[in-house]
């Protein structure tokens, strides 16, 4: 079968490897879409700290059950919740076993489902809702990574946002904080494209390379700064902005990967009694709860996926999301079209 397969730093080689061998507990996926994460890119660069090549890419997969299983039935359609947990860690005890001291993922540390078909236990599926369609039930993943983020800043409808960065987990934050009541969404990129899309979504663009973010959100908070902000952009200037333009006893939600420690003005933290919260991932819960939020967020999550790329060209998906031009925001591989 056809696989995109990490062979190396900046390799990403589409190859035909083995079919997948049965597993007790699994049934076989053929999966039809599977999307392109942040942490894919890290894979590709060379720079993730756990992945291994030679890996088959893909956490991101959506798929048709083609077998009778336990639990499901041939045809259904199906996401997986893609976490490997130890079971025996203090987070595994307690209930947190999203924070696992030695947290795997499928697609990171064994093969993912950037490819024709591969075996999944059963119990980490979960049955796409009927009369959704497969382009808005790719991204129930990164929907389940916002899900997780809201309830860590325990975000209160009419409160006023901003989100940093308007990438693929940038615009999912805003597009669930519109959904669950948020008063206003300030979302700052430098990318045009990514922000034409932003205010279709109904929120408020900030192009960060015209406009000073600060001055636009006190401006619009009689000076006061907004109620709580979500880090997703990953950068230096993101996180020594954020005290910033965050109110006192407000709060900050890290939904992005900070990949070295960057400068955070931590007298600001003190002074104004802010809150600075982490998140990472997602419950079992949150994403079967995200599995189901798909069925009222379809026509945004829509949006958001703005190209399909078929497998033949899978090798470009890289270079694709490099080139601010292309205006990516989510990109997704078609495994059947290769
Ligand atoms: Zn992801
Ligand atoms: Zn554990």
């Known amino acids: ?24 507990g699994a049934v076989k996926v053929d999966v039809k879409y599977c999307g392109v994460c942040g942490s894919d890119i890290g894979i590709y660069l060379g720079t993730h700290p756990r992945a291994k090549a030679p890996l088959v890419f893909g956490h991101e997969f959506l798929g048709v059950v083609a077998e009778d299983g336990k639990k499901f039935k041939k045809g259904d359609r199906v996401v997986a919740y893609p976490l490997l947990s130890c079971g025996h860690c203090r987070a595994c005890r307690t209930g947190s076993a999203h924070v696992c001291n030695t947290l795997g993922l499928i697609g990171i540390d064994v093969d993912g489902g950037m490819c024709e078909e591969l075996y999944v236990d059963e119990d980490v ?22 899900l997780r983020a809201v ?3 325990e975000f ?9 960065g308007a990438g693929p987990i940038g615009m999912l934050t805003g597009i669930v904080l519109k959904n669950i009541g948020a008063a206003k969404v300030f979302i700052s990129d430098v990318a045009e494209k990514r922000l034409a899309i932003a205010e279709e979504l109904g929120l408020t663009p900030v192009n960060v390379a015209k406009e000073d973010l600060n001055e636009v959100v006190k401006a619009a908070t009689g000076g006061e700064g907004c109620d709580v902000l979500f880090e997703c952009s990953g950068s230096a200037q993101g996180a020594m902005d ?56 379809q026509e945004q999550l ?37």
């Open 151 to 153: 309830h860590q800043a």
């Open 242 to 297: 954020m005290t910033e333009i965050t109110r006192v006893s407000g709060t900050i939600c890290m939904v992005s990967v900070h990949k070295k420690p960057h400068e955070v003005n931590l007298q600001q933290l003190n002074f104004k009694e802010q809150w600075m919260i982490g998140t990472r991932v997602y419950t079992k819960e949150e994403f079967g709860q995200a599995v189901e939020y798909t069925k009222d967020l």
């Open 1 to 24: 079968m056809k696989a995109l397969i990490y062979a190396g730093p900046k390799q990403a080689v589409l190859k035909d490897v083995p079919a997948p061998a049965a597993r007790e």
């Open 125 to 146: 599926l979960f049955k796409v809702p009927d009369g959704v369609s497969d382009r808005a039930a790719v991204v129930t993943e990164p929907l389940a990574v916002i």
């Open 302 to 338: 829509e949006k958001i996926v703005t190209h399909i790329v078929p497998m033949k060209d899978a090798e470009r998906v890289f270079d694709m999301i490099a080139d601010v031009n292309e205006g990516t925001v989510k990109v997704v591989v078609d495994c059947k079209d290769f």
């Open 156 to 164: 209160k409808a009419r409160d006023v946002a901003v989100v940093i």
